[in-house]
């Protein structure tokens, strides 16, 4: 069954820390995977995307990596801030149909408290 | 920012009412998509559309209908709401799927909360 497992649920870190947030996914066959930060209201707005041959990508204080073998996958937020509160959520894409599937994760809910 | 709206925003409406949830988007795409999502849980996907005149049903069984009239709107129709459909709608575009990852990021609107009562 393909699925999208998220840890931690929630976290709650103080304004300048960093953070590491995790996904796992038994997706089949791999297309790729996004990060997406959702605020609270809001709809997702993608942060990163990766392909099978892409390890590591940033996009500012986000960077996530990617482990193809042992379907893993990490958000890290480096010296994070208040605006930074929302949920995280890891969303992967098959290679089995021509819409390119989207599996989500429950999201992680980070608070950064100041 | 992406160019996707919904409206409205939020809607507490009673029981039996027929509703109509509004999505545009401004980017040309041809994909769009509904999802429907609950507190602290997935987003599932109940409606999407490869273009004008294009609609399937997602994974999640909906009592709601859609159409693809025109390639920017993507409405979403519940003839008789009910407290079960209590949910947040969120609407979504991409510009090609299958084809270069680039384009197959998928926009989201800011969503729909809707309440039944």
């Known amino acids: 069954k393909n699925q999208v497992e998220q840890s931690p649920q929630s976290l709650i870190i103080l304004e300048g820390k960093n953070c590491t947030l995790q996904?796992?996914?038994?997706?089949?066959?791999?297309?790729?995977l996004r990060w997406y930060k959702q605020d609270t209201g809001r709809g997702p707005v993608s942060l990163t995307i990766m392909t099978f041959s892409e390890n590591t990508k940033s996009n500012g204080r986000y960077t996530a990596t990617l482990d193809a073998d042992t379907k893993q996958s990490s958000l890290h937020i480096t010296a994070s801030q208040l605006s930074d509160s929302a949920s995280y959520i890891c969303v992967v894409s098959d290679r089995g149909s021509t819409l390119g599937r989207l599996y989500f994760g429950r999201g992680t809910q980070l608070t950064v408290w100041p | 920012e992406a160019d996707i709206y919904q409206t409205p925003r939020y809607l507490v409406i009673g029981t039996g009412k027929k509703i109509t949830l509004e999505c545009s988007q401004t980017m040309g795409h041809d994909k769009m998509y509904w999802y429907q999502q609950d507190p602290g849980m997935e987003l599932h996907l109940i409606h999407y559309s490869y273009g004008v005149n294009s609609t399937e049903k997602g994974d999640l069984s909906s009592e709601s209908t859609v159409s693809r009239i025109r390639t920017e709107h993507f409405p979403l129709t519940l003839e008789s709401a009910r407290p079960s459909h209590t949910s947040q709608y969120l609407c979504?575009?991409?510009?090609?799927?299958?084809?270069?990852?680039?384009?197959?990021?998928?926009?989201f609107g800011a969503g729909t909360r809707l309440s039944v009562l």
């Open positions: 996904c796992n996914y038994t997706v089949s066959p791999f297309s790729n």
């Open positions: 979504a575009s991409s510009e090609t799927s299958g084809g270069p990852v680039a384009k197959n990021i998928q926009y």
